[in-house]
Structures are given as C-alpha cells and as structure tokens.
C-alpha cells in the first residue's frame, strides 16, 4: 500500500469518526413518550410558543398532536422534526406554525401515520378584507383610502 492510498484511508476514517453521531448517549433524553401529565402540560405550552401559535384553532391542533403523542399513536421523533424542518428552512418566519402544520402531515403520510393527524380548518387564513368576521379597523381602512387616492392623482399627471 502507497503512501497516498494510507493518509487516504486515514483522512477518511478521521472524517467518518468526526461527522457520524455516536451511538452510544446521543444526548437525545427529551422522550415525550415517558412523560407525566404535568410534563405533557409543559411541552404542549413549549410548542404553542415556539410555534408562535395566535388562533384558538392553532392552539387546538398542537394539543391535538401532543394528545397523539401523550396516546403513543405518532412518534415524538415526528413532532421535533417537523419543528426542526420550518426552524432550519425558515428561520426568518413570524408564523411557524404555518410550516410545522404542513410539515407534519407529509411526514405522518410517508410514514403512513396520516390517519393520526387531527384536521385543521384552514379558513381561519382566509380573508376578504376583514379577518375572522372582524371588521378592518378605521385607521386601516383611511389608510386604504388614502392609498388609492394618491394612485389616482399620480395617474392623472
């Protein structure tokens, strides 16, 4: 064996030992799966802020999934990872949840789970001006006005 082909085998048996996580105490003793109802209380408020959850809609579906996890019916792997992909691929987001939601459920159907994730009412997103049936405020809609009447002028020179 040359020279070469010994510092290769080296440097690649360094970069395996270096970038292959150990399998022995990874470290990984958050396991929802063995917790009290107390500490199933505390991870379900840990996910609606971390989540940046706003509606009652939201809040209901992450207790949803924590009762899932609390029944043993999905795998807390799931939950984390799908937090873990919007907090990697958005970082910059005001609204995770958006992300987790999505996230979650195609995840749950690669691993044929899909059954286990409650339904969630997107129409609490949509708006047609107003949001949730709450009129748009009246310094928005002055706002509003004044916009359109400076593109009016601006049009008319």
Same mark, same amino acid.
């Given at each position: 064996?040359?020279?070469?082909?010994?510092?290769?085998?080296?440097?690649?048996?360094?970069?395996?030992?270096?970038?292959?996580?150990?399998?022995?105490?990874? +470290?990984?003793?958050?396991?929802?799966?063995?917790?009290?109802?107390?500490?199933? /209380?505390?991870?379900?408020?840990?996910? &609606?802020?971390?989540?940046?959850?706003?509606?009652?809609?939201?809040?209901?579906? /992450?207790?949803?999934?924590?009762?899932?996890?609390?029944? +043993?019916?999905?795998?807390?792997?799931? /939950?984390?990872?799908?937090?873990?992909?919007?907090?990697?691929?958005?970082?910059?987001?005001?609204?995770?949840?958006?992300?987790?939601?999505?996230?979650?459920?195609?995840?749950?159907?690669?691993?044929?789970?899909?059954?286990?994730?409650?339904?969630?009412?997107?129409?609490?997103?949509? #708006?047609? +001006?107003? #949001? &949730?049936? /709450?009129?748009? #405020?009246?310094? #928005?809609?002055?706002?509003?006005?004044?916009?359109?009447?400076?593109?009016?002028?601006?049009?008319?020179?």
């Amino acid at each position: 064996m040359t020279n070469i082909a010994r510092c290769s085998l080296l440097l690649m048996a360094c970069f395996a030992i270096i970038l292959l996580p150990p399998v022995i105490g990874n +470290g990984d003793d958050f396991l929802p799966e063995s917790f009290t109802n107390a500490q199933f /209380v505390e991870y379900e408020r840990k996910l &609606n802020a971390l989540l940046k959850t706003r509606a009652d809609e939201e809040k209901k579906f /992450v207790n949803q999934i924590v009762m899932q996890v609390k029944l +043993g019916k999905i795998p807390s792997r799931l /939950v984390s990872t799908s937090y873990q992909w919007g907090r990697t691929k958005r970082p910059n987001t005001n609204y995770p949840f958006i992300y987790f939601e999505k996230v979650i459920r195609i995840q749950a159907k690669a691993m044929k789970l899909e059954k286990e994730i409650p339904p969630f009412d997107y129409s609490i997103y949509k #708006s047609d +001006g107003q #949001s &949730n049936g /709450v009129a748009q #405020s009246a310094a #928005s809609q002055e706002a509003t006005t004044k916009r359109s009447l400076f593109k009016l002028r601006s049009s008319n020179r």
